[in-house]
């Protein structure tokens, strides 16, 4: 499967390995206060990157939005999601998924208990805090998720994202 990553959760951590090789960096959904991250998952799941497969992660956020990469896909590691990210591809790679993040303060709020997205939508994570939701979705072009602001297709999130 090949991913265009256009957006990622805001949380970022490095798992360091006995060696640089077996060392990852992880992304999911929650929230950053002043002093603390707090994940707040309602569906855990991570991104992961493998540290020997890049060069060097140092803004994650920013170099890495917008890249391609192969992977897996999504699947269930005991209670959790996972998206293995595995090696870059060039941007004119064909996609077959792409990852977004749905922050409610700026695509409004889902009701995770309703029938709030089409089929071939899937999660990777999800947290929620208060009045606040972070996900993080695989979603094709045809695409469609339902929130309290409205349907959204993949064009209209990317066009917002942006």
Known sequence: MIIRCVSFGSLWWLRPGPTAAHSAVFNTTGFVTSSTSQRRWITPGVIRFNV??????????????????????????????R????????????????????ASD?????????????????????????????????MTPLSVIETSLGTFDLPCILNRLT
């Open 83 to 102: 998206v293995l990210l595995q090696t870059r591809l060039p941007g004119t790679a064909p996609v077959d998924k792409y990852l977004v993040q749905i």
């Open 52 to 81: 020997n497969s890049r060069r060097r992660i140092e803004r994650y956020d920013h170099t890495l939005a917008g890249a391609v990469y192969s992977s897996p896909g999504l699947e269930r590691l005991g209670s959790w999601n």
């Open 106 to 138: 700026r695509f409004g709020r889902i009701r995770y208990d309703g029938d709030w997205r089409s089929d071939d939508v899937r999660i990777v994570a999800a947290s929620s805090r208060g009045m606040q939701q972070e996900t993080l979705l695989l």
